[in-house]
């Protein structure tokens, strides 16, 4: 009786620790109420480092690219200056909680989240935007899918000078 109290008792316990670790990802999975679960999370690297890993990672990867973000409507999965490896890829295989990269019909280039399909396009939301993107994602503004991200950090000291009088 004892011996199956106890492992009943650890059963328990790796049930209740294997919700916690799911709650704790999935709560990862989504910022501002938005999900991200298919957006690489940027890894700090040295910023020689931060290049060579991806620009090895986009001459490995079909049709990849790089480009460097700017801007902070992606904050916090994205901070301005992080490396961003993209690949194109066929609409078809865009999926909720992906960063994508697209042109508006201004021309300007931008890396949003893939919120929901419409019958339109797909919709985006900056992470920092109170609403959604009212120019859908459509296989002829597509540019690329963010496939890994590096945020460059710097070792050293910060020096700030003070004006003279």
């Known amino acids: 009786m004892v011996r199956f109290a106890s492992v009943v008792g650890c059963g328990v316990v ?5 919700i916690a670790a799911r709650a704790e990802d999935t709560q990862r999975n989504w910022i501002r109420g938005i999900y ?3 957006s690489p999370r940027a890894q700090p690297a040295t910023e020689e480092s931060a290049w060579q890993t991806a620009s090895a990672l986009a001459e490995s990867t079909p049709r990849g690219f790089v480009l460097i973000g700017s801007g902070r409507s992606m904050q916090p999965l994205y901070e301005p200056d992080t490396i961003l490896v993209l690949r194109q890829l066929p609409y078809s295989e865009l999926r909720r909680g992906q960063t994508v990269l697209y042109r508006n019909r201004a021309g300007k280039v931008i890396a949003h989240v893939l919120v929901t399909k419409a019958r339109d396009g797909w919709r985006t939301r900056g992470l920092n935007n109170p609403t959604h ?3 859908p994602v459509q296989a002829t503004n597509l540019v690329g899918v963010v496939v890994a991200a590096f945020k460059p950090i710097t070792h050293g000291l910060t020096v ?3 004006a003279a009088r």
């Not at 790796?14 to 294997?18: E, H, I, P, Q, V």
């Open 14 to 18: 790796l049930l209740f620790a294997a």
């Open 36 to 38: 991200t679960g298919a």
């Open 133 to 135: 993107d009212m120019e």
């Open 160 to 162: 700030t000078f003070a």
